[in-house]
Structures are given as C-alpha cells and as structure tokens.
C-alpha cells in the first residue's frame, strides 16, 4: 500500500471513530439514580458524610422530619442577586442552591418559566451536591462536631452585608464557630474558629470539602474537561472522573493529594463550578482529589475535594484558633473569574474555563469575541465578523495555499496519466512526479503549509466558542434561539411539517438545516481542489462532506454557523484565485 493510501485509511478511520463517538455521546445512558443515601466511609482527613435530609424549598427555615424520632433540621436562607437557596444546620453544609439568573432552558409557549438551574441538592434529592465545613479531632479526646450536629445560627438571612455564624459547644469547654459572608456574586467567606474556654488543651483539624454524590451526565466531548480540577502551587491540575475512580481504587480513595500555598481546587462541569479555596494567596492547605464506591454500582460513586490545615491547631486554655477559607459556587463567567483573580489574587483562576493548551489564543479570542458581541448586541453576527477579520489576517497565508491548489488542479490530468501508465512500478511513477514537479516550478507542499500554521487559530476560535457559558441562550436570527444548543430543525420530519421527532429514534436521524448549509459548503469547498489521483482516495474525500455533516448535526447551532461561514469565506476566496489564475494563464497564452 503506497503511502496516500495510508493516509486514506487513516482518515477513513478517524471519520467512523468520530461517528461513533458522536452516537455514543448522544446515546450515552443517564446514570441511575440514587435509591438511598449511605452512610460515607471516613476519608482522612474529612469524616464520615452527614446523613440524608429531606428536601427543603429554597429559603425555608426548617425541613420536614427526617430520621425517625429527630426534630426536623433548621434551616437559613441564602439570598443574593444570583443566588437562591439554604444552610443546613444540620451538618453545617450549603446544600440547597440555585442560581437564579440562569434557567435550565429556554422559556417556551408550553413552558414560559422554565427552573432555575440547580448547583447544590440534598443527598437523597436526584442531585445530591453540597459544601461543608467542620473538624477532625487530631488528640482523638477531643469532642467535634459531624454531620449529625444541629448548629445553631445566629444572623441571616445570609445575604451580602447580612453574614451568619454557626456555632456549637461539645460541653467539654470548646466553641466552635464558622463565620459565613456572601458577596453578590457566587463567593462564601468562612472563618472556622475553636474557642477554649476549658482547662485542657485541645488539638483539632479544621477541613472544608465539596462533595458530589452521585456521577453527573457530562457532555463527553473531548476538547472539554468535566471533573475535578483546580490550580495547585501554580499548576493547572486536571482528574477526570473515570481517571478519579481507577486512581481511587489504586490509593484507596485518594485520586491526588498535593499541599499547596494559595490555589483553589474543585469540581467542574461544562459551564458550572464549585470550588474551594484557602482565605488568602499565602495561605497553605492540603488539597486532595477523592473517589469512593458506597453500595457498589455506579449509584456508590462519591466524588470529594478537599482542603484542611497542614498540620493540627493547639488551642491552648484561653485561646482562639482559626482558618479562614472560600467556596466559589456559580457560573465560569470569563469577566467574573477574572475580577476575583485580580481582586483576591486566586492563582489562575480563569483557567476553571477549559482553554486548554491554546490559552494564549482561546481566551484573546474569546475577549474579541465578547467585545464584538457588546457592541452588535448579538452573538453570532459577532461570530461572522470576527471569522472575516481572521480570514483578513490569514489573507496572504491562504492565497499561497489557494494558488498552489490551482496549480495542482490544473496538473491533475498529467499526474492521472502518470499513474496510469506507471501502476505496476510505484518508484518510477514517483519520479516522474517529481519531474513533473519541477519542470512545472509546483510544489505540492507549498499549499499544505500555510493550511497547517491556520489550524491552531481556528481550531482556538472554535474552542472559545465552545466551552464558554456567554453563547449559552443566544439567540441568532430566525429560529436560532439559543446558539449554544444544536439547531432544533430537522430534515427528517420536513422541518417541522410532520408532527413527530425522529431524533428520538436515533441521534443519526437529526439533520438541522445549518448543519445541511455547512455540508453543502463543505462539498462546493472540496471541489474546488484538486481531486487525488487515486480513485479509492477520491472516493473516501468525496464522502467526507456527508460525513461530517451527520456527525456535525448535533453541535452547538453557533459552531455550525462559524464552520459553514468560514467554509463559505473559504470558497469565495479560492474561487477569486483561481478565476485570477486562469485569467493570468490565458493571458500569457495568447501572448
């Protein structure tokens, strides 16, 4: 096998392996839901996880009965501008949190008021996520709370201005408080204090952790990472769930466990984080990564961070010992992220958005992006300016590739002559390429390089749009609502004609019309370069366009709609050229 047909597998290859991954993403099973909550096996240095409460709405004081012959566990209300929720006092957790200027979809005619999108739930809701803080006894006399002990609450409710202190007294001479303040956006302020009032000294660990009980539906795509992260003594440390889980299995729950001076650490999803921090940048903490099966299954799976003192408090007679953390719990807004990195010096905060290795590029791109949509007030007529001022940039780039296409083309006969008569001796046939090459002054390469310098810029551009949560809920023109979301026409049912969705019978059976726009620009694109002299090649590169429109289909409406802009900029591009190029050669003909 010559080597172009090599690389022909190659590609046929990657074409059914991304197929597959598309079905398999969009056919992916919901992981099962939690039958009962379990008691957590102790995690050194966090204990066991507190028991199971019964739902409570947002801002009530207080749940309905939850062990049997337990008073039901109180509760305070958190009210910010972006945040809506409540404080469990018992176990001293955030566990009820909404974020009230973000809705898990569109309003609709059959649903003008769709939910609020929920960041934190009680451990037997379907979204058992939740904060806490609390101790471990280090002397192993001393009394500390657990996730069984009502707090009392004194302020609230906890809104910026308006902070709240938990305090309980184990009746050995110790006090302990957490002090919570809350800004307008999503930062907590926690300050836990132990006061002894006793005779004896103390010895305690004071911890905070988030903590996932149950394995969330990622989008599974793979320039996305969806798992714990968070930037450790200055390194971006990264641990999917699957890697989480066999490293757990290996070091008995720990994934990673790492001290770090400043840094946060925490648990992401696409657009949402959690994530706890130390008090201050020169502050130092043990943070750790962990991954525990309860009950066996998937439904066992626990996902922890944590971060607790480096070493344990001595809280002499008399004394006061603290440690001051933080929980960010919101959306990855760029702007946002960024003010709390410049404001509370937290290291690389902004790279809790999967930039990725092209940071230098993606995040630029993104800030133009942001900047265009501001001043056109809609995103994806932000999205086609900025790809005409990259398709600008690139301009001279591209015209060496186009004209080095258009040589090719017009060599393309020649060259299947060449094959032809040489098909039993590849080595001649070569040679005589390259004597074709050089009596024609082509280089076939010339137009390969200048695509290859343009692959990392678009390849940026695409990823700005896709793991940042300001596409989400934008809407285009006519019935693009949300260019975050995949285009919701389908060829299939006539564009809305037939009353029935044939996406449900199979991801392979949506084709919106903006992923039938790109394809067909994809196609036109194609057959304005020169066609590979062998037909099994030619035949794989001309089914490329259908393939990559189905596999395409079900991506974001905005990223079909910079792929088929680009692709038309494109061909309007080569078309010139080669008009160009042809008006050029017959000149010198028939002169």
């Known amino acids: 096998m010559d080597q172009k047909r090599l690389f022909a597998a190659i590609a046929l290859s990657i074409g059914i392996l991304l197929i597959f991954d598309a079905w398999n993403r969009a056919n992916t099973p919901t992981p099962p839901p939690q039958t009962a909550p379990a008691a957590s096996a102790p995690a050194v240095p966090v204990p066991a996880a507190p028991s199971a409460v019964v739902p409570a709405a947002p801002g009530a004081t207080a749940a309905t009965a939850t062990d049997a012959g337990r008073p039901p566990a109180a509760r305070v209300p958190v009210e910010t501008p972006r945040l809506a929720g409540s404080i469990n006092l018992r176990g001293a957790r955030i566990d009820d949190l909404v974020l009230t200027t973000y809705t898990e979809r569109l309003a609709s005619r059959t649903e003008p008021n769709p939910p609020q999108v929920r960041l934190f739930g009680q451990r037997d809701s379907d ?38 202190t938990l305090s309980w007294d184990n009746g050995q001479g110790l006090l302990f408080e957490i002090a919570l303040t809350i800004d307008e956006q999503y930062m907590v302020s926690a300050e836990q204090r132990v006061r002894n009032t006793g005779a004896e000294a103390a010895s305690v660990l004071p911890w905070v952790r988030i903590r996932r009980e149950r394995t969330p539906q990622i989008a599974g795509f793979f320039i996305l990472h969806e798992g714990f992260t968070g930037v450790l003594n200055g390194r971006l440390r990264e641990v999917t769930y699957s890697d989480a889980k066999s490293e757990g299995e290996r070091r008995r729950g720990v994934a990673m466990e790492e001290e770090t001076t400043g840094g946060w650490a925490g648990i992401t999803d696409k657009y949402w984080l959690a994530a706890i921090m130390p008090g201050g940048p020169d502050q130092s903490l043990r943070a750790a990564y962990r991954h525990v099966n309860e009950g066996g299954g998937a439904a066992g799976d626990r996902w922890q961070v944590d971060m607790a003192a480096t070493a344990p408090l001595a809280v002499a007679p008399g004394a006061t010992a603290t440690l001051a953390t933080r929980l960010f719990a919101g959306a990855k807004e760029v702007h946002l992220l960024d003010g709390y990195m410049d404001r509370l010096r937290i290291t690389d905060f902004d ?62 006969p020649k060259m299947t002559e060449i094959r032809d008569r040489y098909k039993d001796d590849p080595q001649k046939a070569q040679q005589e390429m390259m004597a074709l090459y050089r009596s024609e002054k082509v280089n076939p390469a010339s137009g390969c390089l200048p695509i290859l310098i343009q692959i990392p810029v678009f390849f940026a551009l695409y990823k700005a749009l896709f793991v940042t949560i300001e596409m989400r809920h934008q809407p285009f023109f006519g019935w693009i609502q949300d260019l975050s979301a995949p285009d919701p026409t389908n060829l299939f049912n006539l564009f809305g004609l037939l009353p029935f969705d044939p996406a449900q019978w199979s991801s392979f059976l949506h084709m919106p019309a903006w992923a039938l726009i790109m394809g067909v620009t994809m196609w036109v694109q194609q057959k304005l370069n020169p066609q590979p002299p062998d037909p099994i090649q030619a035949k794989i590169f001309a089914w490329m366009p259908v393939i990559f429109t189905f596999m395409l289909a079900s991506f974001p409406a905005g990223l079909i709609i910079y792929w088929a802009w680009n692709n038309t900029l494109s061909v309007a591009q080569q078309y010139y050229i080669m008009r160009h190029d042809r008006a050029a050669a017959k000149a010198a003909k028939s002169k």
């Open 127 to 164: 979204h058992p996520y939740f904060a806490q803080w609390g101790w471990t006894s280090a002397d192993g006399r001393a009394r500390v709370p657990d996730g069984d002990t009502d707090w009392t609450a004194t302020g609230g409710p906890l809104a910026p201005g308006r902070p709240v």
């Open 351 to 412: 790279k809790a958005i999967d930039f990725g290795s092209f940071y230098f590029l993606v995040k630029p791109f993104f800030l133009a992006l942001d900047w265009l949509f501001r001043m056109t007030g809609n995103f994806g007529v932000a999205i086609l300016i900025f790809t005409v001022l990259i398709k600008a940039a690139f301009f001279p780039l591209a015209n060496k590739a186009y004209h080095s296409m258009a040589r090719m083309k017009v060599l393309a």
